[in-house]
């Protein structure tokens, strides 16, 4: 008899007794006791259980047998993936990947976004270079990887989206999923406004010369130029200058207080206004490039993950290393390249005293994994059993850090040519402003230059910085310090990277236009694949938790795109870039932390890091290192509620900010957010986390009026089916057994205290239970 098996007086029927009773009471009709019944852990049995004898033979045991205890651990997850979160079937038909490659290759795609090019660079530019890389890599392996590892394997593990995988954990635990979703949502609003921009500039690079390198050319009344585009050979420096009288064009003067590449930016691509209160009219040719955006991103998802699969691996996810790896070719033979890559890696430790730091390695080692987005489950959920998720979770953890290094080489090789090119020109005016003074006042031999004056460009920026340095203050302010250092140190991130300093160095390359379709190609490839996976992040959950979203699957895509592009429309009036930015900041970044908090949570304190742990086990057939338990129980919930904290405090003390583009002075102001910005961020906010609440509140008031309207036989019944096994009946159990009693795989809350139990004794003869 089985250790957990409780003695019973012989005027008390056996549990499995009952259990019969309430069977056939569900099937209205008399049927045998079935001897498996009487097998089950303690006389337990739940409707999931009592289902699957209704239905026959258990999958994958054609004889009609009980299995053993070892394949019995692992039948739980077959009996998970078979059924729904009602207890019905579920479509036994579920899509799958096509290859291993194609999984990789998705995740890599869904993780390796445009945070990579434009927000890592600039993140170890502004925070200790050398010294950020060691602190980014410490966290990653701290705490990225890890619960990378979690949601990878809960994915695999019940194939089903995050409201699915949430909901068998723990029911309460189901508004995660929700939550996900609603975060999915918003992120994917303004993404695809990123890639419209990116269409809107591939677009635009077809021109020879492309529209941003020089200023616009207006005649005044007499048709003389007023201002012209002047070019320095033979390093092709452009600059615009005025060369008359000023022009009563606002526009003009606006490129000429900033630069070609600014002024396209602002003026021409987003006709953005002063501030965020200035809502502007609808830009109508970024309106057409956002709806193109969302027709790809439909055609693209409209048939599931395979075609999204085909797409991604075939042409999103491997073109941008082609690319970077180009733009590394060509800007390392660059001058000024190496200056750049030596200031960005240059280790500065005493920044790891900073919380501000350690808060910001912490958020990107958060985003670049696409933690609690809810997509990474729903990428590992259509994966065989079997997969290595553990290996995956290293493989593409390390595949997107090496990225976001590669990116960062690329990014300041480029931007040092750009800082000594901005060097060199400013170089070559002084020289120029020094031989006219001299022309005119001969009589200063003190701070006579011994720079060969009568040919600017064979001056070097060491030179002039040296003879300066002496007697630059003598001249005044006529003269001005030419410093490569200050050049680089004005960091730029996000869209002032991509669209304003990277397009304006790449215009200083030869043939500068297929420069600019290789560099915003790769934008929108990248855009596209972190797109699809967002998406998948929404649909797949929807799909997998209500069936009949799941039988109108192109419905339901191209219902989600264009609502997408109809609350996208408020990104495209002449102040939406305000609003990406608002997005970008705020709408994900707190829900996302709490989110990914109430995982940690839930997997290791409510289910059990030890019974993940169990199921994982069980899933690929080796236990992973105990490692993992204190690292989710402690260290990865430490640190997400620490950053949580840090981003609270950060938001109280400081209050939100936005850049806003001042057309009237020709640059870029700090702006504090209006109320209404304010209130409205807060509903972003609220909205996102609002299904937790409430899932948790409706999920506890279902028990209890479920509970209060059974009676009082039936309550007792479930009393009496109910019980753990190492109560007081159930006798002596060794440690061994008492714990493998308690192992159970991811099932309802309600299904937490059974197990099934080894069909037969050492040495007693099998026999055919006929289930």
Known sequence: MSPCARSVSPDTPPKSESVRRRFESRLGKTVEEPPVLAEICCGEATRAQLDE???GPLPNDEEGQCLSEGPS??????????????????????????????????????????????????????????????????????????????ELAAGQCLRQGSIGVWKRISPPLAGIGFSSCVVCFFVALYYNVIIAWSLFYLGSSFQSPPPWEQCPVYSNMTGGPVYSLVLLPPRGCYYCSLTSSPSPSPSVKECAGSSPTTYFWFRKA???TDSIDERGQFNPVMTGCLLAAWVIVCLAMIKGIKSSAKVVMYFSSVFPYIVLLCFLIRGLLLDGASEGIIYMFYPRLQIWGKVQVWRQAATQVFFALGLGFGS????????????????????????????????SLVVFAVLGFRAKSIAMDCVFRNVDRLAEFLRQNPSHPAWVP??????????????????????????????????????????????????????????????SPFWSVLFFLMLLNLGLSTMFGTMQGILTPLMDNFVLLSRHKRLLTVSSCLLGFILGLLFTQRSGNYFVTMFDDYSATLPLIIVVIFESLGVSWIYGADRFLDDIERMLQWRPPVLYKYLWQFVCLFAMVGLLGASLLHMFFKRPTYTAWNQHMASEVTLEYPGWALAFLCALILLALLPMPIVYLHTVLRRRLDARAEPPEQRELEGEVYIKCDSAESGSV???????????????????????????????????TGV
């Not at 651990?73 to 799958?96: V, Y």
């Not at 530019?125 to 705490?143: E, P, R």
């Not at 009693?741 to 026999?767: I, K, M, N, T, V």
């Open 734 to 768: 060794p440690p061994e057994e008492e714990m493998g009693c308690r192992r159970a795989s991811f099932l309802s809350l309600e299904a937490d205290r059974y197990r099934l139990l080894p069909q037969q004794e050492e040495g007693e003869e099998e026999e055919d």
């Open 53 to 55: 004898m209704e239905k």
């Open 73 to 150: 651990e692992a039948r739980l997850l077959e009996l998970d993936e078979g059924q729904s979160q009602d207890g019905g079937s579920r479509d036994p038909t579920r899509p799958a990947w096509g290859s291993k490659l194609q999984y990789v290759l998705a995740q890599v795609g869904f993780s390796v976004g445009l945070g990579n090019v434009w927000r890592f660079p600039y993140l170890c530019h502004q925070n200790g270079g050398g010294a950020f890389l060691l602190l980014y890599v410490l966290l990653l392996f701290l705490i990225g990887v890890p619960l990378f590892f979690l």
């Open 450 to 511: 011994w720079m060969n004056m009568s040919e600017p460009r064979s001056v070097s920026l060491p030179q002039y910085r040296d003879w300066f340095l002496r007697y630059g203050a003598q001249l005044g302010g006529n003269i001005t310090d030419c410093n490569l250092e200050k050049e680089m140190n004005k960091g730029v991130e996000g869209t002032g990277l991509a669209f304003i300093a990277f397009t304006e160095a790449m215009s200083l390359f030869p043939g």
């Open 270 to 272: 987003l006709d953005i």
């Open 376 to 407: 990474v489950i729903a990428y590992s959920s259509y994966n065989p059993p079997n997969n290595n998720c553990h290996r995956d979770a290293f493989m593409v953890s390390v595949i997107n850090f090496l990225t976001s290094v590669l990116a």
